[in-house]
């Protein structure tokens, strides 16, 4: 029964929650066509919007640790759902996304992703995404703020595996930034799919920023070590067990 009832608390909390994103979209939309500020005060309210039902329909609080950057800088952070979007532009003051390229194409995703300097990608095409990628950012590089990718490409749930993906250094390379990782355990909570939101204090946590100009091989080798292992940690302090 318990069950049950927390299922059906979270398909209250899901539905309401996409159905306010158009909606606080349209109150934005003039604003944002002016100023790229508007963009950020809409993607901020709805993003602490979020966070505050999730904490008072479902249960699921959110916590942010360690100091968000607020100056040019990569951040890559571990991706397991939706959540970790919605704290992530909570906090950060200029976020824009390496996104995937169905994303982009949504209306909504489409113009205030672009009026963010969001870069699209097609994940299906390797190395013609990445090629774009560089170029997307090169061009898009006097854009001020917190350039967000995820190293891994993709959500990847809680104890699985994947492999760190080579864009992530590249664009360390190029746009001679420090980099600021991030780890999660948002997926123990709220996962990649499904209605069910479990009830407890999802965590972001940035970790200290690895400054630029360090070799390709060992920045990879460090930004994997140190996101996987903060994952981890995050991940057994909210009960999960692999």
């Not at 292992?229 to 995050?234: E, F, G, I, V, Y």
């Amino acid at each position: 029964m318990g069950y049950a009832i927390q299922w059906l608390r979270s398909l209250i909390f899901v539905v309401q929650m996409y159905m306010m994103m158009p909606l606080m979209a349209i109150v934005f939309v003039p604003w944002a066509i002016i100023r790229r500020d508007g963009v950020y005060t809409y993607i901020r309210n709805y993003a602490h919007y979020v966070r505050w039902t999730a904490a008072w329909m479902v249960g699921l609080k959110t916590e942010v640790r360690g100091e968000a950057p607020t100056d040019q800088v990569l951040v890559a952070s571990k991706h397991q759902s939706f959540l970790d979007v919605v704290i992530l532009v909570s906090v950060l003051p200029r976020s824009r996304f390496i996104i995937k390229k169905e994303l982009h194409n949504m209306p909504i995703f489409h113009f205030f992703g672009k009026r963010m300097g969001n870069v699209p990608v097609d994940r299906g095409k390797r190395k013609q995404a990445i090629a774009k990628m560089m170029q997307d950012v090169a061009s898009g590089k006097n854009l001020p703020g917190q350039l967000v990718i995820y190293p891994q490409g993709t959500r990847i749930a809680p104890g699985v595996k994947a492999p760190y993906k080579v864009g992530v250094g590249l664009l360390y390379e190029q746009t001679g930034l420090d980099c600021v990782p991030a780890a999660t355990n948002v997926g123990v909570f709220w996962p990649k799919r499904g209605i069910y939101r479990r009830p407890g204090t999802a965590v972001l946590e940035f970790l200290p920023r690895i400054p630029a100009g360090l070799p390709l091989e060992e920045f990879m080798v460090r930004l994997e070590t140190e996101i996987e292992s903060a994952s981890d940690r995050l991940l057994a302090e909210a009960g999960f067990q692999k």
